[in-house]
């Protein structure tokens, strides 16, 4: 098979910046057109995103655990988690919304995690899986993201909606902190990883 | 190995994802260009650029305001009344204790769609007259960082799933904000999509003397 000409081995670093193609060679190369420093790799991104995603996995514990909203409707009410709150939609005969809110707080997130680990490990421990079908789940990670912060959004509406005090109200509870530090640091993991990684183990 | 001499750099793209060294496409085809390893996509085409960049940004500005203040949705329960608007969801989060998570429902809702209309302006602004182009170096990255930030989008999903949940409640309706915000994020994601930060960095190195 012939070696497929890379960045790398034709001696050229992307700036990931403003995508300028400069040439490698001196020691800590600047673009000259943005300013930003260039790398050919991102450097410490295994063991930055192993922090991220490990960090991550504790804070789904109290993000699950605790609850995210106070709700109280015509004077009694219950404080709800992430999953209560979807079992509570279903009972309602939501279940559309139900499936949409499961997906976005509890499958993205958790998804995300399990997706950038099993890039990380693949990286780490040199196992061979089709390249192609990694960076398609790298960007697919990246893709979905940011909607977990649909849930976050929701409360944030409903809390000044339904604001009547004794009769009414939805405040929020200590999961959601938790959950939101949760949602935030998946958006910077997969930030930090470094999908180049992968194709390098194909040259080697 | 290095590149053959024939070759121009500046024929030449990188893919970000797989680090492959891609032939760019020339530039009258009018279609998007994807890495033939990974699949990125590597151009975007955009016709007429500046000029779309800048009408469409004037615009989405001037929605934010309406979007921010008027009420996204009314509620109703038994004669008790409430509203709610995107400034009161995060004020009345700020007001039960949790900062945190307000500052970043108003960062990733409010903030930083505010500034990203605001520097797709001025930057397009500044290409069509063709002023202070290294003054622009820095508008360009901070909007560049920014974009995976803004999230119109997701809170658009929100006020649906929030205007559902609650009909069981009370009465709901949608308040004039709804409107505005429905037009904003059009505009916004409009926006987004004709600007052409490959075209405005090219534009921006040949103009620095």
Redesign the interface.
């Known amino acids: 098979m012939n070696r497929?000409?890379?960045?790398?081995?034709?001696?050229?670093i992307?700036c990931?910046?403003?995508?300028?193609?400069i040439r490698a060679g001196k020691k800590h190369p600047r673009c000259p057109?943005?300013?930003?420093l260039v790398h050919s790799r991102t450097p410490g991104s295994l063991s930055t995103t192993w922090a991220l995603v490990i960090t991550g996995f504790w804070l789904l514990i109290p993000a699950n655990i605790l609850p995210i909203t106070q709700v109280v409707?015509?004077g009694d009410g219950q404080p709800d988690t992430i999953i209560s709150g979807i079992i509570s939609?279903i009972n309602?005969g939501?279940l559309p919304?139900a499936i949409?809110?499961f997906l976005a707080s509890i499958v993205v997130p958790i998804l995300k995690l399990l997706g950038i680990s099993f890039l990380l490990l693949c990286v780490q421990f040199k196992w061979t899986f089709s390249?192609?079908h990694c960076?398609?789940l790298?960007?697919f990670i990246s893709l979905i993201g940011?909607?977990s912060?649909?849930d976050?959004?929701?409360?944030?509406?409903?809390?000044?909606?339904?604001?009547?005090g004794a009769?009414?109200s939805v405040?929020?509870g200590p999961g959601?902190?938790a959950f939101?530090?949760v949602v935030?640091i998946t958006?910077f993991a997969s930030?930090r990883f470094d999908?180049?990684l992968?194709?390098?183990l194909k040259e080697t | 190995?290095?590149?053959p001499l024939t070759i121009k750099?500046q024929t030449?793209?990188?893919?970000?994802?797989?680090?492959?060294?891609v032939q760019r496409p020339s530039s009258k085809k009018r279609h998007d260009a994807c890495c033939p390893?990974?699949?990125?996509l590597l151009v975007r085409s955009s016709l007429d650029s500046i000029n779309r960049t800048l009408a469409l940004s004037i615009s989405g500005l001037i929605l934010f305001i309406p979007a921010c203040f008027l009420p996204?949705?009314e509620?109703n329960?038994?004669g008790?009344t409430?509203?709610?608007?995107m400034i009161?969801?995060?004020?009345?989060?700020m007001k039960?204790g949790?900062w945190?998570?307000?500052c970043?429902?108003l960062f990733?809702?409010i903030l930083v769609p505010f500034f990203i209309q605001m520097l797709l302006f001025g930057l397009s602004l500044a290409l069509k007259l063709g002023a202070w182009p290294s003054l622009l170096?820095r508008p360009?990255?901070l909007y560049?960082s920014l974009t995976?930030w803004a999230?119109l989008d997701?809170?658009m999903?929100?006020?649906l799933?929030?205007l559902?949940?609650?009909e069981?409640?009370g009465d709901i309706f949608p308040g004039p904000g709804l409107y505005c915000f429905i037009g904003l994020l059009v505009l916004a994601t409009l926006s987004i999509l004709s600007f052409d930060?490959?075209l405005a960095?090219s534009l921006?190195?040949r103009r620095t003397p």
């Open positions: 497929e000409q890379t960045l790398r081995n034709s001696g050229l992307l990931l910046t403003c995508h300028k193609l057109r943005c300013g930003s409707y015509l939609l309602d939501m919304i949409l809110v390249a192609y960076t398609l790298y960007r940011r909607w912060m649909l976050l959004f929701m409360i944030s509406i409903l809390t000044a909606l339904v604001d009547m009769v009414s405040t929020p959601a902190t939101a530090t935030v958006l930030k999908p180049r992968i194709w390098d | 190995m290095g590149i750099p030449l793209i990188g893919c970000p994802n797989c680090d492959l060294l390893r990974c699949g990125s996204l949705l509620l329960i038994y008790h409430g509203s709610c608007t009161k969801g995060v004020l009345q989060m039960s949790y945190w998570m307000s970043l429902v990733c809702s170096v360009l990255k560049q995976e999230m997701v809170y999903l929100g006020i799933i929030a559902i949940k609650m069981d409640y930060a490959g960095w921006i190195e």
